[in-house]
């Protein structure tokens, strides 16, 4: 019965015909859907704890987050509004392509973002709004300011930004 089934040899080491010549087709890759196997959304490096989900988005090119005398004028910011690096994450938008705010507000859970001196136009906000207006749209919180280096040399800005910080966390 077996040589029956098996009337050809498993093996075969010579092509009996022209049309066993032929190479075998390759069959054409099948797309696997994301929804099935999904794909990692890109990671998003940021400086601090994100405990309360509130998300401060400079722009500087020579460093991975602030320079220094940025980071302590923003320390001491945090401070008076009763925060710490722990509470926020620092995220400098020059290191990521094409930053959206859509992909950081979602991957980040933030519900309070302040934009030092980066124009909510680089995020694709679909609002516009001026330097020192609190802005809410779609259920966050935004601050728009010049950057912290401007900021921290005048004294009518530090004075604005505090008005401003005051109104966010009702200090």
């Not at 049309?19 to 054409?28: A, D, G, T």
């Not at 940025?70 to 392509?97: H, Q, R, W, Y």
Request: proline residues 10%; aromatic residues 10%.
């Amino acid at each position: 019965m077996i040589p029956a089934l098996y009337n050809k040899s498993l093996v075969i080491t010579e092509p009996d015909s022209p049309e066993e010549q032929k190479p075998l087709p390759v069959p054409e890759p099948v797309p696997i859907a994301n929804d099935i196997f999904p794909v990692a959304a890109p990671q998003i490096q940021f400086l601090g704890g994100n405990r309360k989900n509130i998300l401060i988005l400079v722009n500087y090119e020579n460093v991975s987050y602030l320079p220094d005398e940025e980071l302590n004028f923003l320390t001491n910011m945090l401070s008076a509004c009763k925060l710490n690096i722990g509470d926020v994450a620092i995220i400098n938008l020059n290191k990521i392509p094409n930053p959206s705010y859509k992909e950081i507000l979602d991957t980040l859970n933030g519900n309070i973002v302040l934009l030092f001196g980066t124009d909510p136009e680089i995020l694709n906000l679909p609002v516009s709004f001026p330097h020192f207006q609190v802005q809410s749209f779609s259920s966050y919180t935004f601050l728009y300011t010049p950057s912290l280096d401007k900021i921290g040399n005048d004294k009518i800005l530090k004075s604005k930004l505090w008005v401003c910080l005051r109104r966010i966390f009702n200090v």
